[in-house]
Nanobody, 123 residues
Framework: QVQLVESGGRLVQTGDSLRLSCVAS????????MAWFRQAPGKEREFVAA????????NYADSVKGRFIISRDNAKKTMSLQMNSLSPEDTATYYC????????????????WGQGTQVTVSS
């Protein structure tokens, strides 16, 4: 079993920056892809960004491209999301996901998910 724990979410102001982290533990696979999703109240879960196991391949939603940066540290089994120029539209619960296939994490069908961390951006 794999456990994922997100952290770093908090209340910030418009224009601020914030860095989220996701730590994987348990029986993780040597090669795996990871992604960030977010969900606001009353809305569908939304893809944010994904990163391949090597860290070289990344994918971003148009809404965050140029503002957010996804990265990973395989030695520490962690994934980070650097969020810049935050706006109220970024307010949501952010979840990390992990799977052995790129397709699963990009399409939101990953096997493992974290509990989420709340990000609130005030205007």
């Amino acid at each position: 079993q794999v456990q994922l724990v997100e952290s770093g979410g908090r209340l910030v102001q418009t224009g601020d920056s914030l860095r989220l982290s996701c730590v994987a533990s348990g029986r993780t696979f040597p090669n795996y892809a990871m992604a960030w999703f977010r969900q606001a109240p009353g809305k569908e879960r939304e893809f944010v960004a994904a990163v391949g196991w090597s860290g070289d391949s990344t994918n971003y939603a148009d809404s965050v491209k140029g503002r957010f940066i996804i990265s990973r540290d395989n030695a520490k089994k962690t994934m980070s999301l650097q969020m810049n120029s935050l706006s109220p539209e970024d307010t949501a619960t952010y979840y990390c996901a992990l799977d052995i296939t790129w397709r699963a994490v990009v399409f939101g069908t990953a096997r493992y998910w974290g509990q989420g961390t709340q990000v609130t951006v005030s205007s």
